[in-house]
Structures are given as C-alpha cells and as structure tokens.
Antibody, heavy 115, light 110 residues
Framework: QVQLVESGGGLVKPGESLRLSCAASGFTFSDYYMNWIRQAPGKGLEWVSYISTSGRTHRYADSVKGRFTISRDNAKRSLFLQMNSLRADDTAIYYC????????WGQGSLVTVSS | QSVLTQPPSASGTPGQRVSISCSGISSNIRSDTVNWYQQLPGTAPKLLIYSNNQRPSGVPDRFSGSKSGTSASLAISGLQSEDEADYYCAAWDDSLNSPVFGGGTKLTVL
C-alpha cells in the first residue's frame, strides 16, 4: 500500500534552517510528481512546492520562493524540502503529497519557528 | 485570502443532504478539474473526489462532486456523524501555474 512518511520537523529560531524528508513506499516513486503542502495551526491548506518526476522542474509558492528548495532522490524513493531563513509564519504541519491530484498524503511533520 | 472561495461553515442533521460550494475564476476552475479533500480532526487530508466527480476506491457513493463554469460543488447525502470534518477544494491555476486551494469548509453534523 502507498505510504508517505515525513520526518525532520522540529522547533527552530527565526532565521535558522531545517530539512524535511518524505520516505515513499508502495508505488513507483519515480513515476510521480511530488508536492509539499503545509497547514498553519488552525488554518487551511497551502501548497508550497512541487517537483517533477525527474527533478528537473520545480515550482514554489511566492511565500517561500528563494528560501525553500525542493529535491528528490528517486533511487532512495525520497522527497526533501530544504527550508532556510525560516520565519514565524512558516510554522505549520508540512505534508508531502503525491500527484496531482494529491491522492496520497503523509501524516505530516510539525515545524515550529519561534524565538 | 484563498484563491478559491468556500463557505467557512456548513451544517446538517443525520440523514440530510448538504452541499459545499467552491468558487473560482476562468484560470482555475473553468479551465481545469476540481478535487475535493476531507480532513478529519487531527488527521491528514484525504482525497475524496477527483476530476470533478470521480470517487477514489473506498469513498462511499454518498459523496459526489460537480462543476459548472467557474464553480464546483461537493454534495454529501445521507449525512452521518463521521462526516464531521473540514472539506477543501483544489484546482490547478493556469495563471499562477500552480495548484490552489479553497479556504476550507467546516462541516458540523448537528
């Protein structure tokens, strides 16, 4: 069965960095676009970034452009999100999701940015 | 401010039929398909409807989707207490060249 498991979240101070990982299993990882989607506490869903099957194409929400970098390792069936210059408004649960149409989601990894 | 507009809340009694709207513009809903997600309290979102009106395997046929012009709608018939959740619509936006979400609708089963 399809499984996505995020890791790497935690508490960091403003300006610091964090790297999230998403381990995929149960499907041919290299056949699918992958995404990061976040949800701030008590708020709705916000798409953050996507990456193509090869990793050559990626796109970012304006709110994270220039600070976040998405990447993937198809051999290791893993998706990553390097987050630099973190701000308080980056505090959220970060989900990795397959697709579109985002047909499978991980359980999420909580990132808290606070001094 | 979300790109797609949903009512913040909806409610119904068990057995009732409820509908949740999702409004967009020509660059998103009109030009592409709409997907719906259900997020039960404390859990990750789950795909409920894709390509406007298709149900993934395992989703009860009480859930249905439709689209007309720049609006889409999710209908839930035979409402059950376990349907109490947040519901989100999403579509691809040709102008932004990215996916966009609605702000979400909190469904309460009275």
């Amino acid at each position: 069965q399809v499984q996505l498991v995020e890791s790497g979240g935690g508490l960091v101070k403003p300006g610091e960095s964090l790297r999230l990982s998403c381990a995929a299993s149960g499907f041919t990882f290299s056949d699918y676009y992958m995404n990061w989607i976040r949800q701030a506490p008590g708020k709705g869903l916000e798409w953050v970034s996507y990456i193509s099957t090869s990793g050559r194409t990626h796109r970012y929400a304006d709110s994270v452009k220039g600070r976040f970098t998405i990447s993937r390792d198809n051999a290791k069936r893993s998706l990553f999100l390097q987050m630099n210059s973190l701000r308080a408004d980056d505090t959220a649960i970060y989900y990795c999701a397959r697709g579109p149409p985002f047909d499978f989601w991980g359980q999420g990894s909580l990132v808290t940015v606070s001094s | 401010q979300s790109v797609l507009t949903q009512p913040p809340s909806a409610s119904g009694t068990p057995g009732q039929r409820v509908s949740i709207s999702c409004s967009g513009i020509s660059s998103n809903i009109r030009s592409d398909t709409v997907n719906w997600y259900q997020q039960l309290p404390g859990t990750a979102p789950k795909l409920l409807i894709y390509s406007n009106n298709q149900r993934p395997s395992g989703v009860p046929d009480r859930f249905s989707g439709s689209k007309s012009g720049t609006s889409a709608s999710l209908a839930i018939s035979g409402l059950q207490s376990e349907d109490e959740a947040d519901y989100y619509c999403a579509a691809w936006d040709d102008s932004l060249n990215s996916p966009v979400f609605g702000g979400g609708t909190k469904l309460t089963v009275l």
